[in-house]
């Protein structure tokens, strides 16, 4: 991915065409788990099930981040900051799993060439996969607010504004000014079936040899050890 896709406005707006592609099914990578069959239905917890998908993709991500920090250039603030990320990526495993989400796929995981090993590399697919969260628990509290579920489309509304702060420390890891770039969120999908294209359709579900990072009970012990980080730990 250029690694100035997105430094200003335009590329922003190149940036949301990507996404709105993948939304379509234009297929960005190679052969991936077909994770969007399994949202056809929308049901609550299918929901809940793909949500559980991408937080186990945000903690590999992250995790991975955090054991290449001097590959990618992270100042110790930075560091600081992104236990405090993984850590509450940690947290929605477990409140979603509490809610009995089963994740229909588990990793491995793949990302973009360069992630671990500069800062735009990094801060590009951290902002990709940000945006992408934040639309699908978008979805999510749209189709749970439709169905009457109060609950959980508070836990996935109170779930999509912490991954907006976590876009936004993104932009600021990877100098994309301003760090905050938006009046409203991004709306790009109508439910959460869509979002399960997404990440298919970015390549993020696509491993390959010397690209596949699975996701691991270690992965989520260690995020969970850096919760001492956070202010709110609960719904």
Known sequence: MDNEILANSASRRNFLKTLAAASAGVALGGAAFPLAAH???DDPPTIIAVALVAEYLAVTFQTNALANASAIGLLPAEITTIQGVVAAEAIHVDYLQAYGAVAPYQGPFAFPDG???????Y???????ETAF???YMAATREFAADARADLAQLTFQIGAVEAEHRALSRAIGNFLPYADVAFETNLIPNVATAATVLTNLGFLSPTTGNSYAYTAANQQEAMSYIHLLTQTTP
Do not use: D, Q, Y
């Open 115 to 121: 992630t671990f090993t500069s800062r735009a590399g």
């Open 39 to 41: 949202a056809a239905t």
């Open 134 to 136: 934040v639309t699908a």
């Open 123 to 129: 801060a590009n697919t951290a902002v990709i996969l």
